[in-house]
Every structure is written in C-alpha cells, then in structure tokens.
C-alpha cells in the first residue's frame, strides 16, 4: 500500500457545481483523495483516509462519476496536505473497494 500510494500523482477531477441538479436516488457519495491509476486512465482512485497506514481504497469507472465537489484539503503532522473531493457515483457501477495489507509472521504456540 505504502509503494501504491508513493505514487500520489494527483488526479485532476473537475469540480461541478450542480449538486443541486444531482438525482440523489440514482447516486451514492464516496469521499476521499484521489489518485490518478497507475495505467488505465479511464478509472480513478480514491483512497479513502491518505495519512493512515490500514487505509482503503476505491476504483471507480470515470464514465460513473457523475459530479464532483471538492473538499477541504486535509494534512498530517508533517505538514504535508492531500486534497480531498466528494464524487456522486451512479448507483449500480461496478466499482472495486481494496484493503491491502502487509503479510507478516504469526506466532505460534
């Protein structure tokens, strides 16, 4: 997870302002920072909580995006920031949700 996010090559999502044009019984909201992918540029990325290390992340189809809003940028104890976007996604996409972790030793008895 932590070489995947290393990327962090921003995604420039353009923000829409129709929210209130939106059908919200035909869309769901997903927020956090999203990321270019690393090699299919009709999808994006979004990475639920960027600063933490059990951290999420969704991939979504860019055609099933239907409005974005932009949120308060959020930063870390080092000072470092991420944006953060809303994206209103239509109900019934197929999106991929991911948890990666890292394999480690268990002990036994």
Not at 20 to 27: F, R
Not at 80 to 102: D, L
Request: glycine share 4%; net charge neutral.
């Amino acid at each position: 997870m932590i070489n995947f996010l290393g990327l962090k090559e921003k995604f420039e999502i353009q923000t829409y302002n129709n929210i209130k044009n939106l059908n919200k019984d035909i869309h769901i909201p997903f927020s956090g920072s999203p990321r270019k992918h690393p090699y299919d540029k009709s999808r994006v990325i979004l990475v639920a909580d960027p600063f933490t290390d059990n951290t999420f992340y969704y991939e979504f189809r860019v055609g099933d995006i239907a409005c974005a809003e932009e949120l308060s940028s959020i930063t870390n104890l080092k000072g470092e920031s991420t944006p953060m976007v809303r994206i209103w996604v239509k109900k019934q996409s197929v999106a991929i949700q991911c948890t990666p972790f890292i394999v480690d030793t268990i002990k036994h008895d």
